[in-house]
Structures are given as structure tokens and as C-alpha cells.
């Protein structure tokens, strides 16, 4: 029996195989959903905007006087609002030197103007006389002398300078006074009650808080977009470019009054000068000299622009859903850079939409879908 195991199992084993290869499973061909990702978009509509420059400087003021002394005294009186720091009002007092010597003289020129005027009126009669005496006499045309017209001539140029002795007078004399000329604040004090007052002495400085100034550099992409001329002289008013300075979280408005004609020595650029104007500074903030302030200019406008955020924009070229709900990686032209947004002036057509999603991958005709807004 043995000799018939070898064929039977090699029999068996063909059934078997040949019954697995009959009853094998077919394969079933199912199409496949295709998955569109979701994305989310933004509508894209050119605008005309002001082109936003952005500078930063420090405030100064715009007027600022040294207070120096016209006459020799010895100083009788200073304010407390003279003390460094402190503020002003138009029409205080700051400072007064002795004015006793001062008003001695004042007196003096005006009873010289007085005697000079009483002088003229003697001469101006005597004249009369003369010139009627000489009439009577009939002698013929009478000398100047005669007449007494040098004297009389004389005596009106002494009044005349009589006056003007009394109005050298009455000037020194307001002289000894120092009237606040605005409303301002003290930078320095170079003098105190007992100290002399020579001619040309520095008394001390003080600055206006009327108007503040603000020197602002433009960089070289930025000066066309200002549409000024780096001439040098006042902008009318009609010209003059809108300011936000940026006082921690406060904003203050402010104009530019003039775009100076030469190039900053230290940061090698144009540079305009913004004022802001007391009336415009609020009641909670006090703008203080010298404090550094961001500043954003609005320049020229732009017309059929783009605004991009800037991080969407990758070596000129920009991802978008166009009409037919497809990406494309659109070829842009950047007119310029602002703060975190970018104008673009070319490149996106009718019916694009900004991709603002992040997909793992972007492929260019790729499908896409997204709620319409």
C-alpha cells in the first residue's frame, strides 16, 4: 500500500489546487470619492487708498528764546515759574531788573523833550518877529540869519532828538521787565534775585507749548509717495499731509508745514517737519520735549491697489482660488510695502480670491471649495 501513498497525495494536492483556483475571490472595481479640501477665502476688490509712510523722531518745540539781558542791572525779581521745568502763561512776569536808574533817566528825557519843545515854540515866534520887523523895513530880501531860520531849524532837530531820547528811555525802561511772550515752560535758569545783569547776559531759556515740531525722516521708496516738493519753504495749507503720532496708546493728529530742501547728515535721508498744535493735544496726555513718537504720514493716493497681507505674498507670487474654485499662484507686481499689508498694482484677476488656509500642499489647478461671503 505504500507504493500508492506518493501518486494518491499528488493527486489530491491538484484537486486541491485546481478547486482554490476555481473558487478563487474576484475583484470588485469601486470609484472613489474624491476629497475637495475646504478652504477659507477673502474677497479681493482694488481700492484707492493714501499711501501710509511710516518715520518716527523726537518733539521739539517750535519756538525757543534765550532770554538775554539789553541793559546793565542788577536783577531785583524772578518768578517761581522761572525755575527749570516749569510752565508759563502769556503776559507773566519772569524777570525784573532794577529799574531805578531807569526811570531817573526816563524822567530826565522827558523834561528835555519839554524844554525842547518850549524852545521850538520861542524860536517859532521869534522867527515871526523877525520876519515882520524885516517887512517893515522894507530893506530888501532878508539873510537866513536874519530871519532866524538856522535856529529855528536848529530848535526842531533838538526836539526831534529829545524824542527820540524819550523813547530810548521809555524802551530801557521796559527793558528791565521780561513779559512771558507765550505759553510756554522754562529749559534753564542762568540767574537769581541779587545777581548784575550785564549787556548780552544769557538769563535763561524758555520754549513755546503753543506748537511742537517734529523732524521726520523719509526713506528713498517713500519720498514719491508724499507728493512734496524738498524745497525747503512752508506747504499751504491746502497741501499740507494729515500725522497720527502714536503716544503709547494714545493718537494725536498733526499736519506737515514743510519738507526741508537737504539731506540729513545723520541718517542720510529727506526729511519733513510736522507740527502739532496745542489745541489738538489732549487734556490726558502732555506731550513732553524731547519724548520719542512714532509717526504715520499719509501720503499721495493710490489708485486700483490691492491690500495684501504681506505674509500671504512669497517672492512675488501670490496663492488664490480663482473663479472656477481652483488655486493658482498668481505672478504679482508689489507696489510697496506698509507696516504688515502690501499694494499690489498687478497680477490678480477678475474673480480671485486671497487663500487664507494652510494646506499641507498647494498644487496649481488643484479643486478646492468655500463658503461664499
Do not use: C
Request: hydrophobic share 40%.
Amino acid at each position: 500500500m505504500k507504493k500508492y501513498y506518493g501518486p494518491g497525495f499528488l493527486i489530491l494536492s491538484i484537486l486541491l489546487a485546481f478547486l482554490m483556483i476555481m473558487n478563487k475571490p474576484t475583484a470588485v472595481m469601486e470609484e472613489k470619492d474624491e476629497k475637495i479640501p475646504y478652504v477659507k477665502t477673502q474677497m479681493l476688490i482694488p481700492q484707492t487708498i493714501n499711501a501710509q509712510i511710516s518715520s518716527q523722531g523726537f518733539i521739539k518745540p517750535k519756538s525757543e528764546l534765550n532770554l538775554l539781558s539789553q541793559l546793565n542791572a542788577r536783577v531785583e525779581w524772578v518768578s517761581e515759574k522761572m525755575e527749570e521745568g516749569s510752565s508759563f502763561n502769556l503776559g507773566d512776569t519772569l524777570i525784573r531788573l532794577d529799574r531805578r536808574d531807569y526811570e531817573l533817566a526816563l524822567i530826565t528825557a522827558e523834561a528835555n523833550v519839554l524844554n525842547a519843545e518850549v524852545n521850538l515854540e520861542r524860536e517859532k515866534a521869534e522867527s515871526d518877529l523877525a520876519s515882520k520887523e524885516w517887512n517893515r523895513v522894507k530893506g530888501g530880501t532878508g539873510s537866513a540869519l536874519a530871519l532866524r531860520k538856522p535856529q529855528l531849524a536848529q530848535a526842531k532837530a533838538t526836539l526831534e532828538a529829545a524824542r527820540a531820547n524819550l523813547e530810548r528811555a521809555r524802551r530801557d525802561l521796559d527793558r528791565a521787565t521780561f513779559i512771558a511772550p507765550f505759553d510756554g515752560r522754562v529749559r534753564s535758569k542762568n540767574t537769581d534775585i541779587g545777581s548784575t545783569a550785564f549787556l548780552g547776559s544769557m538769563l535763561g531759556n524758555i520754549y513755546s507749548t503753543d506748537n511742537f515740531e517734529v523732524q521726520l525722516p523719509i526713506a528713498d521708496q517713500d519720498v514719491n509717495f508724499t507728493g512734496l516738493d524738498f524745497n525747503g519753504l512752508q506747504i499751504p495749507k491746502q497741501k499740507q499731509l494729515q500725522v497720527s503720532f502714536k503716544f503709547g496708546e494714545q493718537i494725536i493728529n498733526g499736519k506737515v508745514i514743510r519738507a526741508e530742501a537737504e539731506i540729513d547728515p545723520k541718517t542720510r535721508m529727506l526729511s519733513v517737519i510736522a507740527s502739532i498744535s496745542k489745541n489738538e493735544d489732549r487734556e490726558d496726555h502732555l506731550v513732553l520735549v524731547g519724548q520719542y513718537v512714532q509717526a504715520t504720514i499719509y501720503g499721495t493716493k493710490v489708485n486700483n491697489v490691492w491690500v495684501i497681507p504681506r505674509n500671504n505674498i512669497r517672492n512675488d507670487f501670490l496663492w488664490v482660488v480663482d473663479s472656477n474654485m481652483e488655486l493658482m499662484k498668481r505672478p504679482v507686481n508689489v507696489l510697496r510695502y506698509e507696516n504688515e499689508y502690501a499694494l499690489v498694482s498687478e497680477g490678480i484677476e477678475k474673480g480671485d480670491r486671497l487663500l487664507l488656509s494652510r494646506l499641507s500642499s498647494l498644487i496649481n489647478g488643484q479643486k478646492v471649495t468655500y463658503s461664499i461671503d
